[in-house]
């Protein structure tokens, strides 16, 4: 087999090694995992009797049948009843459950896709029109097996049945990347994507090497290829030489024992060489995340992305949660963090996290009616979530963070409707924090120009660097095409941050950075030059930049720092930060 490298942007850090599972867009909307050696036959008669089930209903279909009904009718029904009854069907994806250890639905899936691809090529337009009854009936007994859904297995480990599975793809929404916590992906590979699109934030969360923007990598890489991915460099290799594939298992070990390492300082205080203290804390999207927030030694959660409970609910027919259940989560997230603060940011829906993926019209949804400007447009849904967050803070110190704020009416409007849900559980008895501390995101420029208006109003200010870049530079963070021009780096960009930190600073008011560059060891330094005292990231980033924090002395880097903001020239700010990683 020939083997070939795709560069693209690197999103996930590390080196993965696996065979490639190419996940076409259908295959997305049905739950797929691995079924272990034992259930495999339970699996294989799950499948066997969904499709039995819908033999015996088109039957039941025909014998209902009304005279008059048109004769078209009944020739519709044969027709399902003859696919269904096809090897194809019948037998094939039990085939692809015994080889493959893949669940029903997603062995039924893979094979309709690989079905639907040859009907493509095929030149008759009647029969290639076939293709659509074809995946009528897998419709069919898909709704079958939902009701017959098995909880999906734990993770598998480096050493089970299967070797480990790196997906490839054309695209991933944030919510698809979100189902594969518990699955036994390794790594990921898109066609499209950009290096801070809520898809790549979430596979840096999950801690798996990810590439992204590979523009043909689902054409290019067969199912079942051998892939590494390396998510430093941005490099996928398919069907490596053997020398290669050494290399980069040797490299992948080292990799280990490096986060082996430092895993030692879980326990050790953030403070720079001078004494300072830094605050350390875990961006989060599920209350699970916790777990991983806690054992990386995060302080707290300085930014929960909330509308993960709210999006990829679609596909099992739930609307988005009510008060109750959105209570019970960031409780789970309060009572898991044992005291320690829980930032909890209201819904950030729109642009690529659309709540409904079929409702996304906008022409330009990043500039649409996306987080807080939904919010207030949904005041029902706002309150209900208000009242959540404020009925899990009677559990723990709980703060609230705004998205996209930019004017002084909508931080008024918020606040107002904060005060709103409390008289509400007050009328109900319903205990909650009356001091719960309330924050905006600086994630526009105009709020980040506008900071008086901000800190007279808010308790503090966490700086959203992956939408302040986008909005300052003018450049969709999901589009691969500009992604390079996406630079924190960029005078523009650093000098908006620098001054929310030293307006913070200046009000008394705290100033965290929950964008990605807050875990960018590369940037550690020259963000504790700017003043920066509190990152929020992902756990798998936090400790990697409590060492860099460990032998950071402040007083070195202020005076560096204040040069590099002074400097226009991109190379200059390029080698000058650089630099700092030397002092
Ligand atoms: C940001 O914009 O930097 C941020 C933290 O929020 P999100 O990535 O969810 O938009
Ligand atoms: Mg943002």
């Not at 350390?280 to 959660?301: H, R, S």
């Not at 930032?343 to 996304?360: C, F, M, N, S």
């Not at 909005?471 to 650093?494: C, F, K």
């Not at 798998?540 to 950071?552: D, G, P, R, T, Y």
Request: aromatic share 6%.
């Amino acid at each position: 087999m020939a083997s070939f490298t795709l560069h693209g942007i690197p999103v996930s850090r590390g080196i993965s090694i696996g065979r490639a599972h190419l996940l076409t867009p259908a295959a997305l909307d049905v739950k797929h995992y691995l079924v272990p050696e034992e259930q495999v036959e339970a699996e294989v008669k799950r499948l066997q009797d969904a499709i039995a089930e819908v033999h015996r209903n088109l039957q039941e279909l025909w014998t209902e049948l009304p005279k008059e009904a048109p004769t078209e009718l009944g020739a519709f029904i044969d027709v399902h009843v003859l696919i269904l009854s096809d090897p194809m069907i019948s037998e094939a994806p039990l085939d692809i459950i015994r080889s493959r250890h893949y669940n029903a639905e997603w062995a039924l899936v893979t094979q309709i896709d690989e079905l639907s691809a040859q009907f493509d090529e095929i030149e008759d337009e009647y029969l290639r029109e076939r293709k659509q009854d074809i995946q009528q009936v897998a419709e069919r007994v898909l709704k079958v097996l939902m009701g017959t859904a098995l909880p999906a297995p734990p993770p598998v480990g480096e050493d089970h049945f299967q070797p480990q599975m790196i997906v490839v793809a054309h695209d991933i929404s944030p919510a698809d990347m979100l189902a594969f916590r518990d699955r036994s992906f390794v790594g990921f590979v898109t066609d499209v994507g950009g290096q801070n699109s809520h898809t790549a934030i979430v596979a840096r969360s999950l801690d798996i090497p990810a590439a992204v923007g590979m523009s043909q990598a689902s054409r290019l890489i067969e199912q079942d290829d051998w892939v590494i991915v390396d998510g430093d460099a941005g490099v996928v290799i398919c069907n490596p030489s053997a020398l290669v594939m050494e290399q980069y298992r040797a490299r992948q070990a080292n990799l280990m024992k490096a986060r082996k390492r430092l895993l030692k300082l879980k326990k050790t205080p953030a403070v720079t060489t001078d004494g300072t203290p830094i605050t350390l804390l875990a961006n989060i999207e599920l209350p699970d995340d916790c777990g991983p927030a806690l054992e990386a030694g995060a302080v707290g959660v300085g930014l929960f992305r909330s509308e993960f409970l709210f999006m990829g609910r679609g596909a099992q027919g739930l609307k988005v949660p009510g008060e109750d259940e959105q209570f019970e989560q960031y409780r789970k997230a309060v009572l898991a963090m044992k005291g320690r603060p829980v930032t909890i940011r209201t819904l950030d829906v729109g642009a690529d996290k659309p709540l409904d993926q079929t409702e996304h019209t906008a022409l330009n949804p990043a500039l649409g009616l996306r987080a807080i400007r939904y919010c207030l447009a949904e005041p029902q849904l706002f309150l209900t979530q208000l009242r959540a967050i404020l009925r899990a803070s009677a559990f723990g110190k709980v703060r609230i963070l705004i998205p996209m704020l930019a004017h002084a009416f909508e931080i008024d409007q918020s606040l107002a409707m904060i005060e709103q849900a409390k008289a509400q559980l007050r009328e109900q008895n319903v205990k909650f924090d009356d001091d719960v501390d309330v924050g905006a995101m600086i994630e526009i420029p105009a709020a980040a120009l506008a900071l008086p208006m901000f800190v007279k109003r808010l308790d503090f200010l966490s700086i959203g660097t992956n939408d302040l870049i986008q909005y300052t530079l003018a450049i969709d963070r999901v589009d691969y095409e500009v992604a390079h021009l996406y630079n924190p780096l960029h005078p523009a960009v650093l000098n908006l941050i620098a001054m929310t930190i030293e307006a913070g600073r200046k009000a008394g008011v705290d100033v965290a950075v929950c964008g990605e560059m807050a875990g960018d060891v590369k940037l550690t330094r020259l963000l504790l030059g700017m003043g920066l005292r509190e990152f929020s990231m992902h756990p798998a980033q936090l400790l990697a930049v409590k060492q860099e924090i460990l032998s950071s002395d402040l007083a070195r880097l202020v005076p560096r720092t204040r040069r590099i903001l002074r400097a226009m020239e991109p190379a200059a700010i390029a080698e000058a930060v650089e630099q700092l990683q030397s002092l």
